[in-house]
């Protein structure tokens, strides 16, 4: 895992379009957008729905290939990289918590905890120690043997947070984390996001439509017509 | 207990929502429909050839004739009479007589070898050597090719079946017999019986060939009427200068008959019930599927306040609707490949071939399609139930 | 490997569905084994038939007699090393449908063409001490409960004894047993010379020869020596191998294999049906699932290899119970009650079966896995 050099910055995107194809009309969601997220930034990024919010957490994650421009994370052009070599570098780099949390239903909280180590050469045991590790960081040790169908929303999206962090990732990646949930599970996500930002030093890109959980944040981005501003559009 | 009216409307309404959504459902509609077609067709088919063989026995046998072979015989390749005999049961009480006496037909049987058209390999095909009442005794017998034998020629006539089924016996082929050619000079028919597997030829031409003297193995008799058979029977039982076994036809090929047809019907029945077995999970599997897929909107109607009965009716509805679909189109299919087929088996009694048309039969197409609801109607109960019994909340809460 | 445990799970997810797939799978497997027992079992004396050995019978039919001095003839032909006769007893034991083959032989020449009956000294010599003597085949002396020194009366159809009557005795003196599984131990033998003593008409004369060749190569050619040597006589012959004389007989009983292989091959094809249609509906259930993994790092071709996975354990759960339970029935007997020669599930077959699988698993999980494969992750993901 090499830092990134030149400006000190962890995620670099220059000059990123992206353009959907739906039948054969085509759809500008960004154009000519820059991005620079430095080591340790907690980031919110708002808008309205359509936006483009999503599609730009995904360019920065690897989930997407830019329609122009490049996307650099830690030093890598992961703009340039194969399907499959973006695949294993994301198992490495990338740490993901979905709104709707996406376990497997059929796994228990721990064995969904271990998934992304699957993808690495540590033993069966390794895999067990870590994800207990994880599963303590967000409180959640006493549930590891229960089904997500056992489990309350927020111990769900606990389970997905841990999930992520399992890897020890280079950027944590959240979309509408929150949003499926009660204020008190929320104000409890969010505590253990700003804890793994605060005192991990965990770089974390969130998306989110709600104005409480971004006042969590380090820095508030907002993005309408495909552009990104530091306030809000009215 | 609710109007009626309204519940039936309520089924209604369900069933023609279920039945639009069904192009959506393309790929599990499409399964289940040629997986019963599958079955169905197999079973058919599989049952058509007892059928068929049946037929041809029943077709050989006419109500008023009889058939004395010597007692203790079962067949006629195991009987034995001689010429004088066969006169003697000739005076019979009650045979009908036309110009030429007493319609009693003498006959010898025997087996020549020839190949299969179909593997080249020898098959044991019947050779029956007769008198002139032989044509008449026997129901519907009509030349439909050439002419008949000469008497006294080396001439044969062969049966239409045979001729489909073995090589060289076209009209104006020879066959070898011993040191001999016969010539093939007419094709018969003779109601779909079985002597349209047969070769016949004279009497008189076939004993020195196969070294019988005068002697016969089955005498053919037509009474004047089904009541005058016991009469004949017990005159010829007790006849001291006579030892012979007397049956009316039907009885003689029904016995000729039970063995292949309890195997071959054995056989079908136990195959199609593995494949039963197979398509009812089959189709469980695929209901149980298309209601999940449409767990959902199952739960929406039932929240907006359809009830359960009109629920369940409906994806029962939509699976007998899919296998009734599935029983035509396989019933279609056995009829349009396999009726009248013709084959060729081994008359297990006589060790001699035995040609017969696969027959499906109305009865079996209804089997068949009877099969396929019987499969839907399982394979659309239980998931309907399921459907209907779900919480609402649950279901719709599952995305 | 770690990925079985993820594999297994998801089968587990809806249990009802699993089960019936690996139901319907397990009858498709039943029926291919049950019906290659019964195919076997009509085509059974061709696999074992001696190549080195021919059937020779009258040419016109096989009811037709030949003379019992041909074997001496036959024995002076170059390629010829033995000739034996056989005769088509046709009696009956009680009744028509205790239906087993009665022949009357040379006793010597019968072990020595058929090595593979195997006999005791003892019931060997039992029967060439008594004249009126029977050895019968394992199988019929268990189905009919006969212990050596039964009397066994055989009522004969064709051939008359001497005395006038039809009734024919004999004694139980031995007991033989087929070298090999497929080897014909339903068979009743008698004394040719008590056969030629006893009956009434057709002195000298037997139903057909069995001769070994001295090389199977040449089977053919010395085939057709044989033939000639009785061309143009009153009772000419037809030579062929016994492999290609029993071929004969089951081709006329119907093209068995061909009719069993359309029906197994109609079950495969509706049971991939719908292991294909439950496999495509499940991975299209996950959709949002199989995205997911794709998005933590999985690779294409390993969620590929996921849904490929689950293919095959339904398959090698429901084939293997399939072919185990084809097994234990086939192993219950003959379902005729003994009319089949032989009944057993080759283990040929089995290997087939065990390849099969293979291909229902491919085959079914293919298309949905290559779906998988190409899910787009941000398409897939939301919903």
Same mark, same amino acid.
């Given at each position: 895992?090499?830092?990134?050099?030149?400006?000190?910055?962890?995620?670099?995107?220059?000059?990123?379009?992206?353009?959907?194809?739906?039948?054969?009309?085509?759809?500008?969601?960004?154009?000519?957008?820059?991005?620079?997220?430095?080591?340790?930034?907690?980031?919110?990024?708002?808008?309205?729905?359509?936006?483009?919010?999503?599609?730009?957490?995904?360019?920065?994650?690897?989930?997407?290939?830019?329609?122009?421009?490049?996307?650099?994370?830690?030093?890598?052009?992961?703009?340039?990289?194969?399907?499959?070599?973006?695949?294993?570098?994301?198992?490495?780099?990338?740490?993901?918590?979905?709104?709707?949390?996406?376990?497997?239903?059929?796994?228990?909280?721990?064995?969904?905890?271990?998934?992304?180590?699957?993808?690495?050469?540590?033993?069966?045991?390794?895999?067990?120690?870590?994800?207990?590790?994880?599963?303590?960081?967000?409180?959640?040790?006493?549930?590891?043997?229960?089904?997500?169908?056992?489990?309350?929303?927020?111990?769900?999206?606990?389970?997905?947070?841990?999930?992520?962090?399992?890897?020890?990732?280079?950027?944590?990646?959240?979309?509408?984390?929150?949003?499926?949930?009660?204020?008190?599970?929320?104000?409890?996500?969010?505590?253990?996001?700003?804890?793994?930002?605060?005192?991990?030093?965990?770089?974390?890109?969130?998306?989110?439509?709600?104005?409480?959980?971004?006042?969590?944040?380090?820095?508030?981005?907002?993005?309408?017509?495909?552009?990104?501003?530091?306030?809000?559009?009215? | 207990?609710?109007?009626?009216?309204?519940?039936?409307?309520?089924?209604?309404?369900? #069933?023609?929502?279920?039945?639009?959504?069904?192009?959506?459902?393309?790929?599990?509609?499409?399964?289940?429909?040629?997986?019963?077609?599958?079955?169905?067709?197999?079973?058919?088919?599989?049952?058509?050839?007892?059928?068929?063989?049946?037929?041809?026995?029943?077709?050989?046998?006419?109500?008023?004739?009889?058939?004395?072979?010597?007692?203790?015989?079962?067949?006629?390749?195991?009987?034995?009479?001689?010429?004088?005999?066969?006169?003697?049961?000739?005076?019979?009480?009650?045979?009908?007589?036309?110009?030429?006496?007493?319609?009693?037909?003498?006959?010898?049987?025997?087996?020549?070898?020839?190949?299969?058209?179909? #593997?080249?390999?020898?098959?044991?095909?019947?050779?029956?050597?007769?008198?002139?009442?032989?044509?008449?005794?026997?129901?519907?017998?009509?030349?439909?090719?050439?002419?008949?034998?000469?008497?006294?020629?080396?001439?044969?006539?062969?049966?239409?079946?045979?001729?489909?089924?073995?090589?060289?016996?076209?009209?104006?082929?020879?066959?070898?017999?011993?040191?001999?050619?016969?010539?093939?000079?007419?094709?018969?028919?003779?109601?779909?019986?079985?002597?349209?597997?047969?070769?016949?030829?004279?009497?008189?031409?076939?004993?020195?060939?196969?070294?019988?003297?005068?002697?016969?193995?089955?005498?053919?008799?037509?009474?004047?009427?089904?009541?005058?058979?016991?009469?004949?029977?017990?005159?010829?039982?007790?006849?001291?200068?006579?030892?012979?076994?007397?049956?009316?036809?039907?009885?003689?090929?029904?016995?000729?008959?039970?063995?292949?047809?309890?195997?071959?019907?054995?056989?079908?029945?136990?195959?199609?019930?593995?494949?039963?077995?197979?398509?009812?999970?089959?189709?469980?599997?695929?209901?149980?599927?298309?209601?999940?897929?449409?767990?959902?909107?199952?739960?929406?109607?039932?929240?907006?306040?359809?009830?359960?009965?009109?629920?369940?009716?409906?994806?029962?509805?939509?699976?007998?609707?899919?296998?009734?679909?599935?029983?035509?189109?396989?019933?279609?299919?056995?009829?349009?490949?396999?009726?009248?087929?013709?084959?060729?088996?081994?008359?297990?009694?006589?060790?001699?071939?035995? #040609?017969?048309?696969?027959?499906?039969?109305?009865?079996?197409?209804?089997?068949?399609?009877?099969?396929?609801?019987?499969?839907?109607?399982?394979?659309?109960?239980?998931?309907?139930?399921?459907?209907?019994?779900?919480?609402?909340?649950?279901?719709?809460?599952?995305? | 490997?770690?990925?079985?445990?993820?594999?297994?799970?998801?089968?587990?997810?809806?249990?009802?569905?699993?089960?019936?797939?690996?139901?319907?799978?397990?009858?498709?497997?039943?029926?291919?084994?049950?019906?290659?027992?019964?195919?076997?079992?009509?085509?059974?004396?061709?696999?074992?038939?001696?190549?080195?050995?021919?059937?020779?019978?009258?040419?016109?039919?096989?009811?037709?007699?030949?003379?019992?001095?041909?074997?001496?003839?036959?024995?002076?032909?170059?390629?010829?090393?033995?000739?034996?006769?056989?005769?088509?007893?046709?009696?009956?034991?009680?009744?028509?449908?205790?239906?087993?083959?009665?022949?009357?032989?040379?006793?010597?020449?019968?072990?020595?063409?058929?090595?593979?009956?195997?006999?005791?000294?003892?019931?060997?010599?039992?029967?060439?001490?008594?004249?009126?003597?029977?050895?019968?085949?394992?199988?019929?002396?268990?189905?009919?409960?006969?212990?050596?020194?039964?009397?066994?009366?055989?009522?004969?159809?064709?051939?008359?004894?001497?005395?006038?009557?039809?009734?024919?005795?004999?004694?139980?003196?031995?007991?033989?047993?087929?070298?090999?599984?497929?080897?014909?131990?339903?068979?009743?033998?008698?004394?040719?010379?008590?056969?030629?003593?006893?009956?009434?008409?057709?002195?000298?004369?037997?139903?057909?020869?069995?001769?070994?060749?001295?090389?199977?190569?040449?089977?053919?050619?010395?085939?057709?020596?044989?033939?000639?040597?009785?061309?143009?006589?009153?009772?000419?012959?037809?030579?062929?191998?016994?492999?290609?004389?029993?071929?004969?007989?089951?081709?006329?009983?119907?093209?068995?294999?061909?009719?069993?292989?359309?029906?197994?091959?109609?079950?495969?094809?509706?049971?991939?049906?719908?292991?294909?249609?439950?496999?495509?509906?499940?991975?299209?259930?996950?959709?949002?699932?199989?995205?997911?993994?794709?998005?933590?790092?999985?690779?294409?071709?390993?969620?590929?290899?996921?849904?490929?996975?689950?293919?095959?354990?339904?398959?090698?759960?429901?084939?293997?119970?399939?072919?185990?339970?084809?097994?234990?029935?086939?192993?219950?007997?003959?379902?005729?009650?003994?009319?089949?020669?032989?009944?057993?599930?080759?283990?040929?077959?089995?290997?087939?079966?065990?390849?099969?699988?293979?291909?229902?698993?491919?085959?079914?999980?293919?298309?949905?896995?290559?779906?998988?494969?190409?899910?787009?992750?941000?398409?897939?993901?939301?919903?």
């Amino acid at each position: 895992m090499s830092d990134g050099r030149g400006n000190g910055l962890l995620v670099n995107l220059d000059s990123v379009d992206k353009v959907f194809k739906r039948g054969s009309e085509e759809i500008h969601v960004l154009g000519g957008l820059n991005l620079g997220i430095p080591r340790g930034e907690f980031l919110a990024l708002m808008g309205p729905s359509g936006s483009g919010k999503t599609t730009l957490l995904n360019l920065v994650g690897g989930l997407d290939r830019p329609s122009e421009g490049t996307v650099e994370v830690g030093g890598e052009r992961i703009d340039k990289l194969s399907d499959r070599k973006l695949a294993s570098w994301r198992s490495r780099h990338v740490g993901l918590v979905f709104q709707f949390y996406n376990l497997l239903p059929v796994l228990t909280a721990q064995k969904n905890v271990e998934l992304p180590l699957l993808l690495t050469n540590l033993s069966r045991a390794e895999r067990v120690r870590h994800a207990a590790i994880a599963l303590d960081i967000v409180g959640l040790s006493h549930r590891a043997k229960h089904y997500p169908r056992q489990l309350s929303g927020g111990e769900q999206q606990r389970t997905g947070i841990a999930r992520a962090i399992v890897t020890d990732p280079t950027i944590l990646l959240c979309d509408e984390p929150t949003g499926d949930l009660d204020r008190k599970s929320s104000d409890e996500i969010l505590d253990i996001l700003q804890a793994l930002n605060r005192e991990q030093g965990k770089t974390i890109v969130m998306v989110t439509h709600d104005i409480h959980a971004a006042s969590r944040a380090t820095r508030t981005l907002y993005l309408n017509k495909g552009m990104l501003t530091t306030e809000p559009e009215e | 207990m609710a109007n009626p009216l309204n519940w039936f409307s309520q089924v209604v309404s369900v #069933t023609r929502f279920n039945l639009r959504t069904l192009p959506q459902r393309k790929g599990s509609s499409a399964t289940a429909i040629f997986g019963i077609a599958g079955v169905v067709a197999v079973m058919v088919s599989v049952l058509s050839i007892g059928q068929g063989i049946l037929r041809t026995m029943e077709s050989s046998a006419a109500p008023e004739n009889v058939i004395v072979l010597r007692s203790g015989a079962n067949t006629e390749m195991m009987s034995g009479l001689s010429g004088d005999s066969t006169n003697i049961i000739a005076e019979g009480p009650g045979i009908t007589r036309n110009e030429a006496g007493a319609m009693a037909s003498p006959e010898l049987f025997v087996v020549i070898n020839l190949p299969m058209r179909s #593997t080249g390999t020898d098959a044991n095909v019947p050779m029956r050597g007769v008198r002139p009442q032989a044509f008449k005794v026997r129901k519907e017998f009509r030349i439909v090719e050439g002419r008949n034998f000469g008497w006294g020629l080396n001439e044969i006539i062969v049966g239409v079946g045979a001729k489909l089924e073995f090589a060289g016996l076209d009209l104006g082929s020879s066959i070898e017999v011993g040191q001999e050619l016969w010539a093939v000079v007419g094709v018969f028919e003779a109601g779909g019986g079985l002597a349209e597997s047969e070769i016949w030829v004279d009497a008189a031409v076939l004993q020195p060939a196969y070294r019988r003297g005068n002697s016969y193995q089955a005498v053919y008799v037509k009474l004047e009427s089904r009541e005058a058979f016991q009469n004949f029977k017990d005159a010829l039982s007790t006849d001291p200068r006579l030892n012979v076994k007397i049956q009316r036809e039907a009885e003689y090929y029904a016995s000729q008959s039970t063995m292949i047809y309890n195997l071959i019907t054995g056989l079908g029945t136990l195959i199609a019930v593995m494949m039963g077995l197979a398509a009812v999970f089959g189709a469980l599997n695929t209901m149980y599927t298309a209601v999940s897929s449409r767990a959902r909107e199952i739960a929406t109607l039932r929240a907006l306040g359809f009830r359960s009965g009109p629920v369940i009716l409906s994806v029962l509805a939509e699976s007998l609707l899919l296998s009734l679909a599935g029983g035509i189109i396989g019933a279609a299919l056995a009829y349009l490949a396999f009726d009248g087929f013709r084959a060729a088996t081994l008359n297990w009694s006589s060790f001699s071939a035995m #040609t017969f048309s696969f027959d499906v039969s109305p009865e079996l197409l209804v089997q068949g399609i009877i099969l396929a609801m019987l499969i839907g109607m399982i394979g659309g109960l239980l998931p309907a139930i399921r459907a209907a019994r779900q919480p609402v909340a649950t279901a719709l809460r599952e995305l | 490997m770690k990925y079985f445990y993820l594999v297994w799970c998801n089968l587990r997810r809806k249990k009802l569905r699993t089960l019936l797939t690996v139901l319907s799978i397990l009858v498709a497997f039943l029926l291919f084994g049950y019906l290659a027992a019964i195919r076997q079992a009509f085509n059974a004396g061709i696999d074992v038939a001696g190549a080195d050995r021919l059937v020779v019978r009258h040419k016109i039919s096989i009811i037709q007699l030949l003379p019992e001095t041909y074997e001496s003839r036959m024995e002076q032909i170059p390629g010829v090393d033995n000739a034996m006769h056989m005769t088509w007893f046709g009696g009956i034991y009680q009744k028509p449908s205790n239906f087993f083959a009665q022949m009357p032989v040379e006793p010597e020449e019968l072990f020595d063409m058929y090595p593979e009956y195997l006999i005791s000294d003892e019931h060997k010599k039992a029967w060439l001490d008594t004249k009126s003597g029977v050895i019968a085949g394992r199988q019929i002396a268990e189905r009919f409960g006969w212990k050596v020194g039964d009397r066994i009366p055989i009522q004969a159809t064709a051939w008359t004894h001497k005395s006038g009557s039809e009734t024919w005795e004999f004694d139980l003196v031995g007991i033989y047993d087929g070298a090999e599984k497929g080897t014909d131990d339903t068979q009743f033998f008698f004394r040719y010379d008590f056969f030629e003593e006893s009956r009434a008409w057709g002195s000298g004369l037997v139903g057909w020869y069995v001769v070994r060749v001295d090389d199977p190569q040449k089977a053919a050619e010395t085939a057709a020596t044989i033939d000639a040597e009785f061309a143009n006589s009153p009772r000419e012959t037809k030579a062929e191998p016994e492999g290609a004389f029993i071929q004969g007989f089951a081709n006329q009983v119907g093209n068995i294999g061909l009719i069993i292989m359309s029906i197994v091959a109609a079950a495969f094809f509706t049971i991939l049906l719908v292991t294909g249609n439950t496999m495509a509906y499940t991975v299209y259930e996950r959709t949002s699932e199989l995205a997911m993994l794709k998005a933590i790092g999985f690779s294409d071709r390993g969620v590929l290899g996921l849904v490929l996975g689950e293919s095959f354990l339904l398959a090698i759960i429901g084939g293997s119970l399939g072919l185990g339970l084809a097994w234990i029935l086939v192993s219950m007997g003959d379902p005729t009650g003994g009319t089949l020669p032989v009944f057993f599930f080759p283990v040929k077959d089995l290997l087939l079966g065990i390849v099969l699988i293979g291909l229902m698993a491919l085959t079914a999980g293919i298309l949905p896995a290559m779906q998988a494969q190409r899910l787009q992750i941000a398409d897939a993901i939301r919903r």
